[in-house]
């Protein structure tokens, strides 16, 4: 939601709901001073409709709402300070983590997330998130809109001078990289529902320019979880299948549909993937989770289309990352 600082939500019988200011980044990472985010938690019943007002507070109502602090992981640079955002500071880069009341979540000082932390337990599962590319091969059948030809294993995509800025607040709190094909967020929401359990991730891929042709990228999270070569994913958000990794297959072999989720885990932890569109994915390795984000191909790949895949638009991806432990005497998970 965008409206001006001076307002209040409430819900619909009138009561005031706790809310979040947050900043929005212009594009050269710089607070707008003309657009702001409202962040507040909703409680609707299921299958239900609940409506909210954002209005502006009349002159004799206090400002109930938190505004978020921003720190940007740079020393190099001052940065506008713009109402009602006070607390805006630049920082060398260091490793930090955000939390809320189930989990904590650790990130490198790159901003990519390391590992999770699970508050109640005083647990921690590896994490780490990273960015892959894949080209096409150089002779034959090559990658098209149809089929999947790698090159090769998947290379580490860098995030080269991606700027770094961590938002904090009561109602969410995040990390925003910006580099020059990705603008990538992980969140935490501070809700006590299901939605507080898990690290919320997107992802706005623009493979738009032509020096990224055959470039097909995608985002792995490697864990500590002692999987083996056995992964799951979803049959159209109707079941789990067990799938197996079989050294014998090229790359794409090993590639499935992943409709709404894919998932690792060991006899003690589970670590889920929730997808809010349909991608592909993997498991090229033990506990590791792979999903392929998106494709730019310059020639067809002979099945019909009789084109690449050049008309790529800035997507955005939407995520979330769930790590679940098993509890004593419960099923074995194997």
């Known amino acids: 939601l965008k409206a001006v600082i001076s307002g209040g939500v409430e819900e619909e019988e009138g009561s005031p709901v706790a809310f979040q200011i947050s900043p929005v980044f212009a594009e050269r990472g710089e607070i707008s001073n003309s657009e ?4 507040f938690l909703a409680d609707v019943a299921p299958l239900a409709l609940q409506t909210y007002f954002i209005r502006q507070l009349r002159e ?9 602090s921003v720190e940007y992981f740079d020393t190099g640079k001052q940065h506008y300070k713009v109402e009602p955002f006070e607390s805006v500071k630049s920082s060398p880069p260091k490793s930090f983590t955000l939390s809320n ?5 650790r990130f490198t000082k790159d901003g990519l997330l390391e590992s999770i932390k699970s508050l109640d337990t005083e647990e921690v599962t590896e ?4 960015f892959y590319y894949y080209g ?16 090769g294993e998947g290379r580490a995509a860098k995030l080269r001078n991606a700027a770094v800025k961590v938002v904090r607040g009561q109602v969410k709190s995040y990390v925003e990289l910006t580099s020059q094909w ?12 299901v939605e507080g359990a898990a690290v919320h991730i997107e992802n706005d891929i623009d493979l738009t320019a032509r020096d990224m042709d055959n470039t097909e990228i995608s985002m792995r999270i490697q864990s500590n ?10 049959l159209n958000g109707f079941q789990m299948i067990r799938r197996k990794r079989l050294k014998k297959l090229p790359i794409q072999g090993n590639w499935y549909p992943i409709p ?4 690792v885990q060991d006899s003690a932890t589970r670590v889920s993937l929730l997808s809010q569109q349909p991608l592909g994915g993997s498991s090229s390795a033990s506990g590791q989770l792979e999903v392929m984000l998106d494709r730019r191909l310059a020639q067809d790949d002979n099945r019909g289309l009789f084109q690449g895949v050049q008309d790529n638009h800035v997507t955005r991806h939407r995520f979330q990352l769930l790590v679940e432990k098993s509890v004593p005497g419960c099923g074995g998970g194997g």
């Open 36 to 39: 702001y985010e409202i962040s």
């Open 260 to 263: 709404t989720m894919m998932y």
């Open 136 to 151: 096409t091969r150089r002779s034959g059948d090559k990658s098209g809109a149809y089929l999947f030809l790698p090159d």
């Open 225 to 234: 979880v002692n999987s083996g070569d056995i992964f799951y994913t979803d």
């Open 101 to 105: 009341s189930y989990i904590q979540a």
């Open 127 to 130: 994490v780490k998130l990273n």
């Open 182 to 193: 990705n603008v990538h967020r992980a969140f935490i929401i501070g809700s006590t529902g």
């Open 60 to 68: 004799d109502e206090d400002f109930e709402g938190e505004v978020a």
